[in-house]
């Protein structure tokens, strides 16, 4: 059964960090918006650590009630296990509360009068005049939704990105983490970063410990290694430094993240791409959600621009091209 079509500024599909900051802010905008998920919530099913870098905090508002304690300390370790201490004058990173903060990002959504469609899932669209026609499965019906704009916050194999033609991520890495819950007493917040070519090959392994929460993953290319052995064998390896015996596991998250850098083509005149799907992350300096942030809201000003003035020329600032130069230091050194 098809339900008629409803009608929208925009459709934002994916109720990720990306997606529900750029609801929020096109909504900010004046725009009706549409947010849709295959999720029931998106605080269900959490793939990133959720680690938030000093310019993060600096630049944006995020609930405190939603960050876990500062953390100064850095330890990095070689394959053999030699540490190199670091720390640092100021709050360097804070691990985010993933649930509770999109559940906190979801509730202003709807107070900005954004429309939320849980467990709806993206199929195709096809181009209408002056708009497109979306085309939800929801676990009743097919959905069609009439929105002048798209906006593809759906991870890093985005169903929109190839809908609108637009390039998709070709690169990545499979990351998986165990988080735990502190039963004893805080240690000192501490980041713990692990070369290992062999439980992490490509990328790293890491413990990080804010005090109250203990996350202990690996991360690297899925050609190359088994990841959840990995984890376990890693796990083992580092019970010195974590006393996980001490704690209580509360989920375990994984997923694919992006590493080829910003794509090229993320916009056209029908929609365009943020988050993962555009090859936001920056995972080599454990920042990929500053960028994330940052390049859902441009985004939210380059629609707005677009749809008030109808000029594509406003879409040219939404460029892959020009935000690659960015991460070229980033990739080489990865």
Known sequence: MKRESAEYDVAVIGA???????ARELAREGLRVLLADRKPSPASTIQTTGIFVRRTLEDFHLPDDCLGP???????YSPSRRALWLESPHDEFRVGRMAKL???????CLHLKVEWRPRSRFLFSRPARRASIVHLQTPSRIERIRARYIVGADGAN???ARDLSLDSNREWIVGI?????????PGMPRFHCFLDPVLAPGYLAWVVDDGEEIHVGVGGYSDRFEPAAALDTFTMSVREITNLGCMRRIERRGGRIPVGGVLHRIANARGLLVGDAAGAPSPLTAGGLDPCL???TFAAQVIGNYLRTSNPAALAEYSGARFRSRFISRIWMR
């Open 16 to 22: 990720g960090l990306a997606g529900l900051v750029c």
């Open 70 to 76: 500062v953390i100064r300390h850095v330890t990095l």
């Open 102 to 108: 999109y559940s906190f990002l979801l509730d202003e």
């Open 158 to 160: 985005s169903a929109v």
């Open 177 to 185: 983490e165990d988080v735990y819950r502190r039963t004893s007493r």
């Open 294 to 296: 940052r390049l859902s």
